[in-house]
């Protein structure tokens, strides 16, 4: 399996529900990412782990909480979301973090999150 | 910091001409530089590493250290190129994408 897949592919929320986004890859890559996508706009970094441990979280707000139960499985909790953490959430990942080849990132189809 | 540049918002050539989507980086160590494309309601998907200097679909990409330049260029468009492109560098954890150029291909 060389792509990394995204469940659900769409998700409507209200602002009081706690939802999970799940990110999955058999690659054997050792670093995992998630990011935020707006119509039109590159994504933007919310969150690194490299061999399942956190290791940057780009100041994102406490009510999305990474969790990457093993190597290869990464979820995004969602609690009490507002109506701008609307977006496109992709996930992504590559053999390792560091520079130099392999670095290189594969993304995901995405989530298409809605909170009303 | 780094920092990516695509001066470029949209682009529009016709079919069969050339085509050069422009990015300029900021960097002060040793850059790894990558084009990615996302056709429409399609995934993000690597295009190029400057680090393989491979063609792919007829894309190619010169890193330039002296300008810190790394344009993409194809010298005739196809329909099928139409998509947002972004250029991106990687360093220590964290990828820095450009603002993206989106390019079309009229027929």
């Known amino acids: 399996d060389t792509e990394v897949t995204q469940t659900p592919k769409h998700l409507v929320m209200g602002m009081t529900n706690k939802k999970s986004l799940k990110c999955e890859q058999h690659m054997g890559h050792r670093a995992m990412y998630w990011y935020k996508q707006k119509a039109k706009k590159p994504p933007e970094l919310m969150f690194v782990?490299?061999?399942?441990?956190?290791?940057i979280n780009e100041s994102v707000p406490s009510r999305f909480s990474p969790e990457c139960p093993n190597s290869s499985l990464l979820n995004l909790h969602l609690h009490a979301l507002q109506p701008e953490d609307s977006a496109l959430y992709l996930c992504?990942?590559?053999?390792?973090?560091?520079?130099?080849?392999?670095?290189?990132?594969?993304f995901g189809p995405g989530t298409r999150l809605t909170v009303l | 910091a780094q920092r990516v540049t695509q001066p470029e918002k949209l682009l529009s050539v016709f079919k069969g001409a050339p085509v050069e989507l422009k990015c300029n980086y900021s960097y002060s160590g040793s850059p790894e530089l990558f084009w990615y494309v996302q056709y429409s309601r399609q995934r993000l998907q690597l295009l190029l590493r400057?680090?393989s200097r491979e063609s792919i679909k007829g894309f190619t990409a010169d890193l330039n250290k002296g300008e810190t330049s790394f344009h993409l260029k194809k010298p005739f468009a196809q329909e099928e190129d139409s998509a947002m492109y972004y250029c991106?560098?990687?360093?220590?954890?964290?990828?820095?994408f450009g603002k993206g150029t989106l390019l079309t291909v009229n027929p």
């Open positions: 992504a990942s590559s053999q390792r973090v560091a520079s130099g080849g392999g670095s290189e990132q594969f």
């Open positions: 782990y490299s061999y399942e441990k956190l290791s």
């Open positions: 991106a560098l990687s360093s220590n954890y964290t990828l820095t």
């Open positions: 400057h680090i």
